[in-house]
């Protein structure tokens, strides 16, 4: 059985960080193409950032130099490292596998 569960979520102020973790189970992150999308209320699903089987990474222009995804193989989870938050940020984070796993999310709010 597969399951991702994400952590890390919570409230801070406009500008700081937070560091979003993924644990995965039944999976090999490291195997597949990890992802976190997010999904504001009233606003559809968005990819955040990706990173492929081979390492390598992309991300929306929203979040670029600002939002950093990683993987520890070893622990088998993925990790989205958020900087320079904004209000616009606020969302619902899932994490999501290749083979069409998610998450069951996890909330950020950034207050202004």
């Given amino acids: 059985q597969v399951q991702l569960v994400e952590s890390g979520g919570g409230l801070v102020q406009a500008g700081g960080s937070l560091r979003l973790s993924c644990a995965a189970s039944g999976i ?15 606003n559809e699903r968005e990819l955040v950032a990706r990173i492929t089987s081979g390492g390598i990474t992309n991300y929306s222009d929203s979040v670029k130099g600002r939002f950093t995804i990683s993987r520890d193989n070893a622990k088998n989870l993925v ?17 999501q596998a290749s083979a069409g796993y998610w998450g069951q999310g996890t909330q950020v709010t950034v207050s202004s």
């Fill in 79 to 95: 990790y989205l490292q958020m900087g320079s938050l904004k209000p616009e940020d606020t969302a619902v984070y899932y994490c």
């Fill in 28 to 42: 090999t992150v490291r195997m597949n193409a990890m992802s976190w999308n997010r999904q504001a209320p009233g």
